[in-house]
Each structure stands twice: as C-alpha cells, then as structure tokens.
T-cell receptor, first 114, second 116 residues
Framework: SQQGEEDPQALSIQEGENATMNCSYK?????LQWYRQNSGRGLVHLIL?????REKHSGRLRVTLDTSKKSSSLLITASRAADTASYFC??????????????FGTGTLLAVQP | NAGVTQTPKFQVLKTGQSMTLQCAQD?????MSWYRQDPGMGLRLIHY???????DQGEVPNGYNVSRSTTEDFPLRLLSAAPSQTSVYFC???????????????FGNGTRLTVT
C-alpha cells in the first residue's frame, strides 16, 4: 500500500517560476525524503527532513513538514528547464529506523518550459 | 566510485523463463533493496537486506527470490517470469546505522524487463 501520495500528478510551469509539490502520508514517520527522477534514470536523493523539523532548505529547494497533518511540500524556486523530472516523496514505515525500508509515493511529473 | 551498478539495462523474456538481475555497489553499504516501478504505481519494495546473509520481504515479494552472500552484491531472481512482472526494476543501497535515522538511498539506473 502507498504511504505517500503526491499532488499534483503533473505540473507544467515556465522557466523562472516556482514549483510546489505536496505529499501526504498515512502513518507516523521518523523522517521524510524527496527524490528526483529524470527520464530513463534512477532516483536521486534531494533532501531529508526529520520528524522534529518543520522546514529545511537546500539551494533552490525548500521542504516543509507538518506532522499534525501528515503532509509535506517541496518548493523549487526559480525553476530551470533542467528541473524537468518526476519528484517523489518517501517515508519510512514509522519506526523503520535502521532498515531504511522506504515507501514511495506515486510522484509528481514536473515540466519546466523554456 | 561507480555507485550502484545494475545489469542488464534491458531484457526481454518469454513467459516461464528464469533470469537474474544483477546489482552491485562499491560504497560498502549495509542496506540494499529492490523496487519495481510501474506507471501510476510509484515504486514498490520487493525485497531488502540489512546486511550479508540477511534478507526480508517487502510489499510485493511474490515471484522473486534474493540472496545476499556479500556486502557488495544483491541479485534478484525471477524463477518463472510472468507478463505481470513486466516493469522497471531498481536496486538501491544505503548506510544503515542509527536506529532513528534513515540514510538516503542511492539508486542504480534500472533494468527494463519485458515478459511476453
């Protein structure tokens, strides 16, 4: 069963605009991660936010986490054509700890038009 | 470092055939796992291993076997391929240390399998 569900399923924006993707999950977590997948490639880790953190930044990425609503958002600022990819949130199974047994959502397909 | 290497990149099988998808990592990661990715389904965990000699089932283990004889290698075996196993398969690895901290996963580039 899916732990995370991303919204929207697809998003098309112009270069320079901001892109926001949301993720909802069902059970308690230790942390939440976001990954990017370029077409035909494996997933690449972007950022990890722990359950006791509310916001985290990495370059043009900003991630928020609301454990009371069981939701997270990924904001990409000043988007570029190279940001075109699918984005996935992933959570552990709530106490997954050292097993790293991550459950992925269905992803948001982001298209950045030049 | 090569990271996580998966072979082959593409494979076509007939129903009932068997094959092994190879996965190797050179980062000395304890944790390794196999996912399948299907359209609209995201990634689903097939099997995982927290160290050599230790494996466990994920969400969709039926039809797949794994073993972990070394830290570096984690092959996935399809004993009798079925069309429902047509998918893209990803191997991933990570460190496995703290009881409360999940290390990021490092992914290979996938094996695209078609079963006819």
């Amino acid at each position: 069963s899916q732990q995370g569900e991303e919204d929207p399923q697809a998003l098309s924006i112009q270069e320079g605009e901001n892109a926001t993707m949301n993720c909802s999950y069902k059970t308690s977590i230790n942390n939440l991660q976001w990954y990017r997948q370029n077409s035909g490639r494996g997933l690449v880790h972007l950022i990890l936010i722990r359950s006791n953190e509310r916001e985290k930044h990495s370059g043009r990425l900003r991630v928020t986490l609301d454990t009371s609503k069981k939701s997270s958002s990924l904001l990409i600022t000043a988007s570029r054509a190279a940001d075109t990819a699918s984005y996935f949130c992933a959570t552990d199974a709530g106490g997954g700890g050292a097993t790293n047994k991550l459950i992925f959502g269905t992803g948001t397909l982001l298209a950045v038009q030049p | 470092n090569a990271g996580v290497t998966q072979t082959p990149k593409f494979q076509v099988l007939k129903t009932g055939q068997s094959m092994t998808l190879q996965c190797a990592q050179d980062m000395n990661h304890e944790y390794m796992s196999w996912y399948r990715q299907d359209p609209g389904m995201g990634l689903r965990l097939i099997h995982y291993s927290v160290g050599a000699g230790i494996t466990d089932q994920g969400e969709v283990p039926n039809g797949y076997n794994v073993s972990r004889s070394t830290t570096e290698d984690f092959p996935l075996r399809l004993l009798s391929a079925a069309p429902s196993q047509t998918s893209v398969y990803f191997c991933a690895s990570s460190y496995s240390r703290s009881s409360s901290y999940n290390s990021p996963l490092h992914f290979g580039n996938g094996t695209r399998l078609t079963v006819t």
